[in-house]
């Protein structure tokens, strides 16, 4: 493939990507937390406890932020910290914190599910094979 059909296909799935990410992100707004600190939430689902500092930079935010982030879950009852040692906090998700996370995500993936059912089984079979492709070039 001719690098010009390569940027072309990056630059189309960098856009679906986003936009796909904005359409299914409408469903955020029932946890009833910002998206930020769903952000957090699915780094501790999915990733297990981190540290602050960790955190901080797998969200890319300076530590102070993610700090009051990590405070705002604690008050809503959603994680928890602990220390480590005299310098650093473990952060983890509560067992509340996880059910809000996995209801939104059941929520994002119903109205995805609902724009993908009106598809032709072969247009689904396609996408599904592409989402492979891009999960793969991801890794």
């Known amino acids: 493939m001719a690098a010009s059909n390569v940027e072309k296909t990056a630059d189309l799935l960098h856009s679906a990507a986003i936009r796909l990410l904005r359409y299914v992100r409408k469903e955020d707004a029932a946890s009833g937390i910002t998206g930020a600190q769903l952000s957090v939430l699915s780094v501790l689902v999915f990733a297990g406890p981190q540290t602050l500092g960790a955190l901080a930079q797998a969200e890319q935010v300076r530590p102070p932020t993610m700090s009051q982030l ?26 509340r914190g996880r059910r809000l996370l996995e209801a939104g995500r059941r929520r994002r993936l119903a109205r995805l599910t609902a724009s993908l059912s009106h598809l032709p089984a072969g247009k689904l079979a396609l996408l599904q094979e592409a989402a492979e492709l891009m999960l793969k070039a991801a890794s």
């Open 70 to 95: 990590v405070g705002e879950l604690e008050r809503r009852g959603l994680a928890q910290r602990r220390p480590l040692d005299r310098r650093s906090i473990q952060v983890s998700v509560t067992e």
